[in-house]
Structure formats: C-alpha cells, structure tokens
C-alpha cells in the first residue's frame, strides 16, 4: 500500500467513526427531546389562592420533598442536603423563592418540566438523584399547586452546593446517554380494570411517593428496571436494604390487614413491626402526614402488588451450638424484646416470626443492632422507646454470634450470618 | 361442656407458655424510653466507665437540650449520636433533657491529680481568676462559683473525667465541637493553649463534688461573652 492510498483509508475511517458518533449523539439528544413538549410562555405568577397553596403543600409531603430539599437543621426547603451515589455526591437545590439561589426566577411550565422532563430552568438535563423518572407521572395540576406552596415560602438566600461526582459522570452528555437509555417521560395512567383506590394508590407510590427510589435494585448505572420495580434493594452507599413490597419473605402486605399499613405509615409502629433507619425519615417527613383516604390507596395498592416468581429465601442453618448468640441475647435483649422474642406491643418490636430477622439480607439486622435507633417521633407515637447502639459494646463476631442467633431461634428460619457480613455494615462508631 | 375444657386447657396452656419465658416487664415511662441512651452513658446517665461518653444525669435540662439538638443536626459531628437522634422531635428531645436533668445521682470520687504544684496553680488561676492578657474570663463567671453548672443552659465543670475534659477542651479549640453561635467557648478555648488545656483538666478532675451539689438556680452575673446557647445573654 502506497503512502497515499493509507493516507485516504485512514481519512475514509476517520470520516466514518465521525459519522457514527454523529448519529450516536443524535440519537441521544432525539431520545432526549422524545415526548417534551415546547415550553410554553407562562401568564406572569400571580397571587395563588390559600387553597392550592395547602394542596401543594400536602403534595409536597407526599413527594417528601423536604427529605432531600432540607439539610440538617437547615432551613425548610433550601437545599444542602446531599444524596450520596456510587458515582459521587448530587446536592439537592434550593427550592424557596429567592431569585438568585431559589425558584424565584422560574414560571410554572418550567416548574412542570423539571418534574416531568427533568430539565432545570435553562434545560440543562438533571441527575435522576432527583427521582424524576417517578415524578413524571405527576399531574400537570398537582405540579402547579406543589409550585404555588413553594412559592409561598419565605425567600432563602442560601447559595446551592455544586455536585461532586466523579468524572464522566459530571458530563451533560453522560447524563445525556442516560437517560437515553433509561428515561422516558411518561403520563398518570388510569387503569379502568381497577378501582379509584388502586389507582390513587397507584399514582402515589410509583410517582409522588417515589417509593422504588430506595425499594428496588438499581444497575451498574444506578437506574431500576421501570418505576413499578418496587422488588427491594440495597440502598447505594447508605447500605440500608430497603426490602420488596411485594415478597412475602420481606415487606409485602398481601397478608396484613389494611388498618396494620395505614397505622405503620401514619405512626411508624404497628402490631407487625415498626419502622427504623432510612424509613423513619419517610413516615416522619411524608406519611404520616397523608390523609387516611390516601394511606388507605396506598394500603390497597401495595396490598395488590402480585408477589414475586421467585422469593429470596435464606434457609437457616441451625443457630450454632456453642450458645454465644445465646448468651448475648439474654445479656443484651432480653430484657426488652424478651425471652422468647416476643417483644412487647407499642414499644419493642417482636422477633420470633419478624422478617426484619428472617429475610436473606442481613443489613439492617447489623445497621440496628450497631446503630440503635428510635422509631420516628410521630403523632400517633409521640414518644418511641429506643434501642441504644451496640457498636461499642459487640465485635463483629458478637454481632454475627447473635445475629445467627435471632435468625434460628423461636421457629425463625433465616441463614447464618458472618462477621465478615457485620464488617461490611459497619459504617458508623 | 366442651366448650369450658377447651377454655380450660387454652388456660392452662397459656399458663404454661407465660411460666416458660416471662414476657418483658415494659414500663411506661421515660426511663425505659431512653434506656438508648444508657446504654453508652452508663445506668441512669450516670457515665460511661471509659472516660469518653459522658455523664448527662442531673446536667442542666438546657445543656443538654442544646446537645442533643447539635447532635442530631450535625453541629456536634458523631455519627452514632446523629444517627440515633434524627427520627426525633425538638419536643421530645426537650422531654429527654429534661427527664436527665432531675437526676440526682451520687458522683464518682475525684482522681487524684498527676500534675506537678505550678500546672496545678496554673489550673486554678484559670479557673478562679483567669487570664486577661490572654482575655481568657473565670470558668466560674459563667459556669458558675461552685462549678456545678447554672441553669438553663451551662454545664458543671466538675464531676468529669481527666480524658473527657481533655478531649472536649481539645475539640472546641480544634473546631470539631461546635455550640449554637455565637459560639463562646469556641472563643475561650482557642485562646487555651494545650498546656493550659492540661492544667484545667488535671485541677478540674482532681475536686470532688460536694454531696448533693447542683447546678445553680441563676447566674449571678452576665455572661461575659455572647453565647447562642444561653437564653438572656449578650448579643
């Protein structure tokens, strides 16, 4: 081959791969601009009512806004807080009305597109840390009404904190490639086989309550398999396991009566367990809130969830002989949860028969017995018993000893569990 | 008929069951709500054996309030204590300050001091006198003359481990213990140098705390420097 006719080869492939690239990134952009409508020009806003403004202020709550949009201590609804990711740290903006930090600036339609398309105010794309791919489902009227309640806050001027993610993953364009892959913008159905509550229910936990943000598994690049996988998950650097609101061998309801669900999402305890880490947080800041109309949606949706084909299961070894687990029991939870496991209503959850305990993650076992925690301060419960933490007092062994323990005993038929899975809980001393 | 033996046996049965494990003796109060707590910071809050978690029984309700409230909003930075505390409510920690604060517990002896005569005059000075070419004010202006603490809000500087007033000392002046600003014991310790720092703690640790001392009812005096956590102070 002459210098030449390489030289024209090489130019022919450079050409090529530009080509392609090319239409790579037009595909990307098409499938990003798919289904989004022109932004329309907004009537100036003007004063809402007192009505739509407690409507959005409810809805705000039933999307928990204030989870992410609030740091600890901080003010309500200005920001700061960050979601930790495997890919780095997304923090959630300022959402009060201040025109340079906040929404001050923005008109309704883009407050809109942000919940439905996930564009900021000059269309930049947005990390879906912010659970867009659930909030597109939002109604365009629940959207405006959520808008006018946070417009109605006093003005914060507290400048947002920049993301810190790693590279590519800082780039438009990976987000682009993302949510080409993952993301479509998609509309509250309305499915007519079933009732209105089903499908209040239904609107709630896929879109509003954003429950799959935690309750699934997420992939390598931290999507989940559609927003109706509520199949259960660990959550990304928090390593709490959110668990399937579907299986019968983790959190699903099909079983409970529907005054059991209403009453743990309204107060955070109930006869069949109560809520602890990252769940306190949601029925502090979001459902106990709801009205019992919409617990009740809620509780029937969740209660249809068809169980999975295959449950996870982790069939139990025997706890072991040497009665290590046994003995740190009597020591350490007898005294509260009881000689048999049996707990005590209102205050300590049982054991025996728990799934916390039984199911094949062991994580939030280990995060509780090292943690301790209070179930959430609510109405309902204003005053929780607590659980202190163990991380000071138990090894890795110890935990791994009881935990073992709880998980064979008083017909509980869960799977050993090593302290090499303690160790890898152990995130805080 | 049938229907009595089968009561009867259902009876004996849960007779049986009950004799066989004891269910757990849950009282309704908030000594067993914040068992939580006293499972680091020792029986009744009365301290931890290891010098490093404190002792909260019969501290001002205020301080501790104020504790509780930094901890669980990341002003104070430990993870088990922000952990713990975040499910709950301004009210309720209120509550468990409180509950805390009515102790009155016996306190352990003194430790005997390690420190030579000059570290420990150099301690007493600054806790009687303090320094004002350093602007260093008494302890006992604001935590008052016996040291036990005033009410509401400033804590007793007796009664504590060496190792505990070393490491809070140490943490103000190295800015990882922070207060509700303005912060004032911030300021006085990061005009502490170490070796003061070890004076106090050696002459602190080493007074006994007289039976049934308490914090006082009121300052005596102002506050010598703005404090955020103290009701009534300078601004």
Redesign the interface.
């Known amino acids: 081959m002459t210098q030449r006719s390489a030289a024209r080869a090489g130019l022919r492939a450079l050409v090529i791969v530009a080509l392609v690239a090319l239409l790579v990134a037009a595909l990307v952009a098409w499938l990003n601009q798919r289904g989004e409508d022109a932004l329309l020009p907004d009537a100036p806003n003007a004063a809402a009512s007192p009505e739509l403004i407690a409507r959005g202020a409810y809805l705000a709550r039933a999307g928990n806004c204030m989870g992410c949009h609030t740091e600890r201590g901080g003010v309500a609804y200005a920001g700061g807080r960050g979601v930790p990711t495997p890919f780095g740290t997304v923090y959630a903006p300022n959402l009060t009305p201040d025109p340079e930090h906040g929404l001050g600036r923005w008109t309704a339609s883009e407050f809109w597109r942000a919940l439905h398309n996930g564009r900021a105010r000059d269309g930049r794309l947005l990390y879906p840390a912010f659970p867009y791919p659930n909030y597109t489902r939002v109604t365009r009227s629940d959207a405006d009404a959520i808008f006018a309640f946070l417009r109605s806050l006093p003005a914060a001027a507290q400048a947002n904190r920049p993301h810190t993610l790693q590279f590519p993953f800082d780039q438009q364009a990976a987000l682009a490639v993302w949510r080409a892959l993952y993301f479509r913008p998609a509309a509250a159905e309305t499915d007519a086989s079933r009732g209105a509550d089903w499908n209040r229910g239904a609107y709630l936990v896929e879109g509003l309550g954003h429950c799959n943000a935690c309750h699934a598994s997420r992939n390598a690049l931290g999507a989940t398999a559609s927003p109706l996988d509520l199949a259960g998950g660990l959550i990304p650097v928090q390593n709490w396991y959110a668990p399937s609101l579907a299986s019968p061998a983790e959190a699903g309801v099909a079983d409970w009566s529907d005054a059991h669900v209403m009453t743990l999402l309204k107060t955070g305890i109930s006869p069949r367990g109560a809520v602890m880490g990252p769940m306190s947080e949601v029925v502090s800041g979001s459902t106990q809130h709801l009205s019992d109309a919409d617990l009740r949606a809620m509780t029937t949706y969740l209660k249809a969830l068809p169980p999975p084909a295959v449950t996870r299961v982790a069939e139990g070894t025997p706890a072991p002989i040497d009665g290590t687990g046994a003995k740190l029991y009597a020591k350490h939870c007898a005294a509260c949860h009881g000689d048999a496991g049996d707990g005590s209503p209102g205050a300590y959850p049982a054991l025996a028969g728990s799934r916390t305990v039984t199911m094949a993650s062991a994580a939030n076992l280990v995060h509780v017995v090292l943690e301790g925690g209070f179930p959430p301060v609510t109405a309902g419960n204003p005053r929780p018993y607590g659980m202190p933490p163990f991380a000071t007092v138990l090894s890795d062994d110890d935990v791994a000893a009881l935990l073992t323990h709880l998980r064979g005993s008083w017909g509980n038929r869960g799977a050993a569990v090593s302290a090499v899975d303690v160790n890898r809980f152990r995130n805080a001393k | 008929m049938r229907a009595s033996v089968v009561a009867l046996a259902l009876a004996l049965a849960l007779a049986v069951a009950s004799v066989?494990?004891?269910?757990?003796?849950?009282e309704d109060t908030?000594a067993?709500?914040?068992?939580?707590?006293?499972?680091?910071h020792g029986p009744q809050g009365r301290a931890a054996s290891d010098g490093y978690y404190p002792r909260i029984a019969g501290k001002p309700a205020g301080y501790l309030y104020n504790q509780l409230?930094s901890f669980?909003?990341?002003?104070r930075p430990y993870?088990?204590m922000?952990?713990?505390?975040?499910?709950?409510?301004d009210?309720?920690l209120r509550?468990i300050a409180e509950h805390f604060s009515q102790l009155e517990l016996p306190y352990p002896p003194p430790t005997p001091a390690t420190a030579g005569v000059d570290v420990l005059t150099r301690g007493e000075t600054l806790v009687t006198r303090g320094d004002a070419a350093l602007r260093i004010p008494a302890c006992v202006q604001c935590h008052g003359a016996g040291l036990m603490g005033v009410a509401p809000s400033v804590p007793a500087l007796i009664g504590m481990p060496r190792d505990y007033l070393n490491a809070q000392l140490g943490a103000w002046r190295a800015g990882s213990r922070h207060a509700m600003p303005p912060d004032c014991m911030a300021q006085v310790a990061q005009r502490l140098a170490p070796s003061d720092i070890s004076a106090l703690s050696q002459w602190l640790s080493a007074q006994a705390v007289p039976a049934g001392a308490k914090p006082a009812a009121a300052a005596v005096e102002p506050l010598p420097l703005p404090c955020g956590g103290a009701p009534g102070s300078p601004k």
């Not at chain 2, 066989?20 to 849950?26: C, I, R, S």
């Not at chain 2, 067993?32 to 680091?40: E, F, I, K, M, P």
């Open positions: 066989a494990h004891a269910a757990p003796q849950v908030m067993q709500r914040v068992l939580a707590c006293t499972g680091c409230v669980r909003d990341g002003r993870a088990l922000t952990n713990l505390l975040a499910p709950l409510t009210d309720y509550e």
